[in-house]
Nanobody
Framework: QVQLVESGGGLVQAGGSLRLSCAAS????????MGWYRQAPGKQRELVAG???????NYADSVKGRFTISRDNAKSTVYLQMSSLKAEDTGAYYC???????????WGQGTQVTVSS
């Protein structure tokens, strides 16, 4: 079955960096659109960054210039490098995998990121 396993979350001071990883299995990773979403307490889940199968990237305005999404198809893994972290980046970060023609996709269990100010 499909599995997405996130890792790399934790507690970091404002201005610090973290690198999240999402290892995928049970799906054709190289053709999937991969995304990182986050959900802060009391707020809706929002897209942070996405990357297509051919490497096109998009970012939420709030993270442009600070976060970088990348993928390693050989390892079926997508990464989110987060720098200059702010308190408002705090939340649960989820990995999503979606086929290009699909409305919905697969979700990981999430990893918590807490930025202390």
């Amino acid at each position: 079955q499909v599995q997405l396993v996130e890792s790399g979350g934790g507690l970091v001071q404002a201005g610090g960096s973290l690198r999240l990883s999402c290892a995928a299995s049970g799906l054709p990773f190289s053709i999937m659109i991969m995304g990182w979403y986050r959900q802060a307490p009391g707020k809706q889940r929002e897209l942070v960054a996405g990357i297509t199968s051919d490497g096109m990237k998009n970012y939420a305005d709030s993270v442009k210039g600070r976060f970088t999404i990348s993928r390693d198809n050989a390892k079926s893994t997508v990464y989110l490098q987060m720098s200059s972290l702010k308190a408002e980046d705090t939340g649960a970060y989820y990995c999503n995998a979606r086929r290009i023609a699909a409305v919905f996709g697969y979700w990981g269990q999430g990893t918590q990121v807490t930025v202390s100010s």
